[in-house]
Each structure stands twice: as C-alpha cells, then as structure tokens.
C-alpha cells in the first residue's frame, strides 16, 4: 500500500496570529479557528510551501525526525490537522 501524502486542502489560506509558542489558524473554509503548538504550525506552513503533497517520511526527513517515537509524534500532529480540515490525506 502507498504512503499516504498529506496538503493542504485546496482553498485553504493560512491565516494566523502567533504568540510564542502558540498559533491561532483560522479555517477561512469552514469559518473555525484552531489553537496550534509551534509543531503544528510548522508542519502546516511546510505543507502549504510545497509545490507537491509530501508523504509522512518526507516531512519527517524535513524536519530531521529519526526516531519512531518523533515519527509517531508527527503522525499525530498530522491526524489533528486533518481532524481540524486544514490538511488532507491522498491516497
């Protein structure tokens, strides 16, 4: 089975107010605002500035996580962008 790839939905903009470490995104597709840490921020602007859907290892190697630990983190971080409708998984 493929690796799932991850983007952003089509249509999304990513409009946000950071403090520190936290980030208010909101959905301009479905009118919500999520509350983000940095790692999800980072892993939504690094979807948003690629050209392409990157799959879970891609991201992982961007982001130099070696672990499966790290790469279960990111999964996770992956899954509550989905749960959000900021991203979404290709098949």
């Known amino acids: 089975m493929p690796a799932r790839r991850w983007r ?3 249509g999304q903009q990513v ?3 950071q403090w520190g470490d936290e980030c208010v995104v909101f959905n301009n597709l479905s009118g919500d605002c999520h509350l983000l840490d940095a790692n999800g921020y980072d892993v939504l602007v690094c979807l948003q500035n690629s050209a392409e859907p990157m799959d879970t290892a891609a991201l992982a190697s961007r ?3 070696d672990d499966a630990d790290e790469v279960d ?3 996770r971080v992956l ?3 989905a749960g959000c409708e900021l991203i979404e ?3």
């Open 8 to 10: 952003l939905r089509p």
């Open 15 to 17: 409009l946000r107010r």
């Open 63 to 65: 982001f130099n996580l």
């Open 73 to 75: 983190a990111l999964e």
């Open 79 to 81: 899954a509550g962008l």
């Open 89 to 91: 998984a290709l098949a």
